[in-house]
C-alpha cells in the first residue's frame, strides 16, 4: 500500500511540474519554426542484417509546417516517420514536457526533455529528445509511434551556426515499416529466409546531406 502511496505522489509531482512547455525546448522549437523552407541532396545508406542495397542518393525538400519530402528514381524505402528531422510533427499538437535532467555523450552535456502530446490526434505517444542548449538544436531523440514503432535519431552538425544536420542515423524496427520490402529499389538482395528466421528486425539508416538551399521565415 505504501508502495502505490508513493507511486501516485511521485506522478503527480512529475506531472505538476511538466504544465509548462521546457524553455530550452521553445527556443529549439523557435529556431526550426524560423525555417520556412529548405532543399538538400542526400547520399542514404541502409544497415539491415538481411538486405544487400547499394547506396542510394535522393532529393529532399521541406516547407514549413510539413513532413519532409524525399524523391528519387531509385528506391521508395523510406520510413518517412522516422526520417522526418524537421521534427515539426512533434510540435503539431498541444503537449505538456518533462526535464529528465542531461546526458553526457563523449564528453558533452546535453539537456534531456520528454514530449508528452495532450491531443489524441498526434500520432505519437511520447518523445524524448536530447538538446544542445548552447546552440539551440536537437542532437538525439527516440520518437515512440502509435503505428509505425520506435525511432531513434542521432544528428551530427557541419558547424555551430548551422541549424540542419550534414549527418543522420536512424535506427528504427523494419517488421514495423508500411512499404514492402520488395519495393526497396531495382538493386537490391533481400534474403528472406534470414528475414523469416530473426525475431527481432531492426535496422539503420545513414544519412549524408549536402548542398543546402535554406529559406527563413520573413
Not at 528514381?73 to 518517412?80: A, G
Not at 549524408?208 to 527563413?216: G, K, L, P, T
Amino acid at each position: 500500500m505504501k508502495n502505490i502511496i508513493f507511486g501516485i505522489i511521485f506522478l503527480g509531482i512529475q506531472i505538476l511540474g511538466a504544465q509548462e512547455p521546457d524553455e530550452d525546448l521553445m527556443r529549439v522549437r523557435e529556431r526550426l519554426d524560423s525555417l520556412s523552407s529548405f532543399k538538400a541532396t542526400i547520399e542514404l545508406d541502409v544497415d539491415i542484417s538481411f538486405i544487400k542495397m547499394p547506396k542510394k542518393y535522393a532529393d529532399i525538400s521541406y516547407e514549413r509546417g510539413e513532413r519532409i519530402q524525399f524523391e528519387s528514381d531509385d528506391f521508395v524505402m523510406l520510413p518517412k516517420r522516422g526520417l522526418d528531422f524537421s521534427f515539426s510533427n512533434l510540435f503539431k499538437y498541444s503537449f505538456i514536457t518533462v526535464d529528465r535532467g542531461f546526458e553526457v555523450i563523449e564528453g558533452k552535456k546535453y539537456k534531456a526533455i520528454n514530449i508528452i502530446p495532450t491531443d489524441k490526434k498526434a500520432d505519437f505517444s511520447i518523445a524524448m529528445l536530447l538538446l544542445d542548449t548552447e546552440n539551440d538544436r536537437i542532437v538525439g531523440s527516440e520518437i515512440s509511434t502509435k503505428k509505425e514503432g520506435t525511432y531513434q535519431l542521432s544528428l551530427q552538425y557541419a558547424s555551430n551556426k548551422m541549424p540542419l544536420p550534414e549527418k543522420v542515423e536512424v535506427a528504427f524496427e523494419v517488421e514495423r515499416m508500411k512499404i514492402p520490402l520488395n519495393y526497396m529499389g531495382k538493386d537490391i538482395d533481400v534474403d528472406k529466409k534470414s528475414m523469416r528466421e530473426e525475431e527481432v528486425k531492426k535496422g539503420k539508416i545513414y544519412l549524408n546531406i549536402e548542398n543546402y538551399q535554406i529559406r527563413y521565415v520573413e
